[in-house]
């Protein structure tokens, strides 16, 4: 069982360079979450996709889009990235909110 | 004022101690809370969830909740070296529909 998998692991962009983070989960869970992750910040909410078909705005949305492409994967797209987009991107999957499971996360650095 | 506050620590304690994480929240709504542990450089995992107030209990570790004064604790006896992590409370206001608020996390040390 792989849980929740998240690629890339790394990434190095140029600043107003578009990236696309991928996310799958095999555990039939309905909701989706990014989150990211930035030292004296916490896990900051991006977006969350409730159940198939629906995705709303976070704590921290601005710069983001996301697809919700069926119920196993959810993509955090970066269309223009900024240095403020530097973070440890992690994905999350919940079958109600009962006990999230994270995926090992996205090092991202835009230099 | 953020919805949940968490002292970031760092906290080091010695091998055996017993260690007290809290976190008060603002938003007297919330009915369930949980707590995370995250090892460096890895994803979040669950360590306890409580629904409401009261005590729950699993091995070393026991989460307890007081909504009359927006204040969770977990308690971790006979500490180890390996509960060495950075441990995060989340709570929501419901089971499905709104997504988990995290606080900041506080860093834990156990030296041997």
């Known amino acids: 069982n792989a849980g929740v998998t998240q690629t890339p692991k790394f990434q190095v962009l140029k600043t107003g360079q578009s990236m696309t983070l991928q996310c799958a989960q095999d555990m039939n869970h309905n909701s989706m979450y990014w989150y990211r992750q930035d030292p004296g910040m916490g896990l900051r909410l991006i977006y969350y996709?409730?159940?198939?078909?629906?995705?709303d705005k976070g704590e921290v949305p601005n710069g983001y889009n996301v697809s919700r492409l069926n119920k196993r994967e959810f993509s955090l797209r970066l269309e223009s990235a900024a240095p403020s987009q530097t973070s440890v991107y992690f994905c999350?999957?919940?079958?109600?909110?009962?006990?999230?499971?994270f995926g090992s996360g996205t090092r991202l650095t835009v230099v | 004022q953020k919805e949940v506050e968490q002292d970031p620590g760092p906290l080091s304690v010695p091998e055996g101690a017993i260690v007290s994480l809290n976190c008060t929240y603002s938003?007297?709504?919330?009915?369930?809370f949980m707590w995370y542990r995250q090892y460096s450089r890895k994803g979040p995992e669950l360590l306890m969830y409580?629904?409401?107030?009261g005590n729950k209990e699993d091995g070393r570790f026991t989460a307890q909740v007081d909504k009359s004064s927006k204040y969770i604790s977990l308690f971790i006896r006979d500490s180890q070296p390996s509960d060495s992590a950075t441990y995060l409370c989340a709570m929501s206001l419901n089971q499905a529909g709104t997504a988990l608020i995290f606080g900041k996390g506080t860093t834990l040390s156990v030296s041997s």
């Open positions: 938003n007297s709504a919330f009915q369930y």
């Open positions: 999350a999957s919940s079958w109600l909110n009962y006990g999230y499971t």
């Open positions: 996709s409730a159940s198939e078909g629906t995705t």
């Open positions: 409580t629904y409401s107030s």
